[in-house]
């Protein structure tokens, strides 16, 4: 078997183990409903496409009668897939709904009788083939009838699809365009020279193997298709952390070996440069807090429901909150400081004369004070909101009623005004300084902040009721000591005066 073989047999046999994963994946987790019934049927379909040729690899024997079947099989449920999606029944009006019905029908006849004529002349003698060739064409005639159909459907279903759904199917019809133009151009030139080529028969297998994690995320995406699975997303941003940097030195080492092969005298220097620099930008970018920051947020905005995995961050915070290492206000500065990524923020706290003062900060000037004024501490008490101050320069109508002193708004790199409310009281403040990690809040963010604000809000309640209560003892042991000198004074004023008298 030559190298270009080789390379068909790991297309077709990879092809064949991601497409068996998938369908393996939504036998196991998705409903039994009409549009998921076709995406198995499609995904078994291809994986038994894919078996077959890689089997002939294999055996160096390839039966046209079951490559021609599993072909048109594969060619098959793809058109009817997508013309499923195109038109899907639950968005349409009822009164086209047999119009759609009749579509079908029609639509399945002529495609069973384009598989009749394909499969017919694999059944003719061979005699009758070599003396008329011209009949081998029409199975690469109607191939690529099919594949221009279902490039026509996929057209379809991204032109009238909302910007939701969009979202949801663009990748399915990346992946689902990719194979069909492939096929699309194999057969055509099959048809244009009299023959296939190797070189785009063996390629075909990898083309298709790439287009599967396309299609794999539409699945993840469509609502009707929701995978019940539970993934580790510290398991996925490794996994893609891993496979990153795998994808990259494959690259590297290939394009090293290019320059090696090319590059004549200076080929094993430039080889040994290239590879040691490329080693050197790959565990830069590893070690960038920035970009892993950045993969992490694509990974959660792509693959999971929700931004965080709150029982991780929840975890994470409470650990934070009980570390003994720090004071109970420098620990909550802390805390919020890594939630949000940020390189600083500051404490205020509420004593018993209802005054924010200054407990904690990290690493902020200490020359900031919290001058509070009516407006502010009325709208933190009771809305609970988390004041975005860019938001709130850029369009105060989202915040009504809300005055901010000049002295906060004029803090550099002030950004977040987070309130900590306990039983209705607003016993604490912390302004938080702009992540360079994260630019821009949402409601997931709000959300986990106003959580963790509660939180918070409890330990440091209970901090200023044990700071009170010290106190107390403290005032009331000065007055015991108090009244014991002031009867001892009286004891010797007593004595004095007696003396005096006698």
């Known amino acids: 078997m030559d190298i270009t073989s080789s390379i068909g047999l790991a297309g077709y046999a990879l092809s064949f183990l991601l497409f068996s994963l998938l369908a393996l994946t939504c036998f196991i987790s998705a409903k039994n409903v009409n549009s998921q019934t076709r995406l198995k049927a499609l995904l078994v379909t291809c994986s038994i496409w894919a078996a077959s040729i890689t089997s002939a690899y294999l055996f160096n024997y390839a039966s046209l009668l079951i490559i021609h079947t599993t072909e048109l099989l594969r060619s098959v449920?793809?058109?009817?897939?997508?013309?499923?999606?195109?038109?899907?029944?639950?968005?349409?009006?009822?009164?086209?709904?047999?119009?759609?019905?009749?579509?079908?029908?029609?639509?399945?006849?002529?495609?069973?009788?384009?598989?009749?004529?394909s499969l017919g002349p694999l059944f003719i003698p061979e005699t009758t083939l070599a003396s008329y060739p011209q009949l081998l064409e029409l199975p690469v005639i109607l191939r690529i009838i099919m594949s221009v159909v279902s490039l026509l459907l996929i057209?379809?279903?991204?032109?009238?699809?909302?910007?939701?759904?969009?979202?949801?199917?663009k990748h399915l019809c990346l992946g689902a365009g990719l194979i069909h133009a492939y096929d699309f151009y194999l057969f055509a030139d099959a048809a244009l020279f009299k023959q296939l080529d190797n070189n785009l028969w063996d390629a075909r297998g990898a083309i298709n193997a790439i287009a599967i994690p396309l299609i794999a995320l539409s699945i993840a995406r469509m609502p009707s298709w929701t995978l019940k699975l539970q993934i580790s997303r510290r398991l996925v941003f490794h996994t893609a952390t891993l496979s990153g940097a795998g994808i990259y030195l494959i690259t590297m080492a290939a394009a090293g070996y290019f320059i090696k092969f090319y590059g004549g005298n200076w080929g094993s220097v430039i080889q040994t440069v290239f590879i040691i620099g490329a080693a050197l930008l790959l565990f830069t970018l590893l070690f960038s807090d920035k970009i892993r920051s950045?993969?992490?947020?694509?990974?959660?905005?792509?693959?999971?429901?929700?931004?965080?995995?709150?029982?991780?961050?929840?975890?994470k915070f409470t650990a934070l909150?009980?570390?003994?290492?720090?004071?109970?206000?420098?620990?909550?500065?802390?805390?919020?400081a890594t939630i949000t990524k940020s390189p600083g923020c500051i404490l205020w706290s509420r004593n018993t004369q209802g005054v924010y003062e200054r407990v904690a900060?990290?690493?902020?000037?200490?020359?900031?004070?919290?001058?509070?004024?009516?407006?502010?501490?009325?709208?933190?008490?009771?809305?609970?909101?988390?004041?975005?101050?860019?938001?709130?320069k850029s369009t105060p109508q989202r915040y009504p009623n809300l005055v901010i002193p000049d002295n906060i708004l004029s803090v550099p790199q002030a950004w977040l005004l987070l309130p900590l409310v306990f039983?209705?009281?607003?016993?604490?403040?912390?302004?938080?300084?702009?992540?360079?990690?994260?630019?821009?809040?949402?409601?997931?963010?709000?959300?986990?902040?106003?959580?963790?604000?509660?939180?918070?809000?409890?330990?440091?309640?209970?901090?200023?009721?044990?700071?009170?209560?010290?106190?107390?003892?403290q005032f009331e042991a000065f007055n015991r000591l108090s009244a014991y000198i002031v009867h001892d004074l009286k004891n010797i004023l007593a004595q004095q005066s007696l003396i005096v008298t006698n």
């Not at 047999?98 to 495609?111: G, M």
Request: glycine residues 2%; aromatic residues 10%.
């Open 77 to 117: 449920t793809w058109v009817v897939f997508l013309f499923a999606l195109a038109a899907p029944e639950n968005t349409l009006p009822p009164h086209l709904l047999s119009a759609i019905n009749q579509s079908k029908k029609n639509i399945a006849l002529i495609i069973a009788t384009l598989t009749l004529l």
């Open 361 to 392: 900060d990290f690493h902020m000037p200490e020359s900031i004070n919290f001058q509070a004024n009516e407006s502010l501490t009325h709208f933190l008490e009771t809305s609970q909101w988390v004041i975005d101050l860019d938001e709130y």
């Open 423 to 473: 039983n209705d009281v607003l016993c604490g403040v912390i302004l938080i300084k702009r992540s360079s990690f994260i630019t821009v809040i949402n409601w997931e963010d709000r959300d986990l902040l106003k959580i963790a604000g509660k939180q918070a809000a409890i330990l440091l309640s209970q901090h200023q009721a044990s700071k009170a209560l010290i106190e107390a003892q």
């Open 294 to 315: 950045n993969i992490r947020v694509q990974l959660n905005k792509h693959f999971f429901s929700y931004k965080y995995d709150y029982r991780d961050e929840w975890l």
């Open 321 to 336: 909150l009980s570390d003994n290492t720090n004071d109970t206000p420098e620990r909550i500065c802390i805390a919020f």
């Open 155 to 169: 057209e379809q279903i991204y032109r009238n699809s909302d910007r939701v759904r969009r979202w949801a199917v």
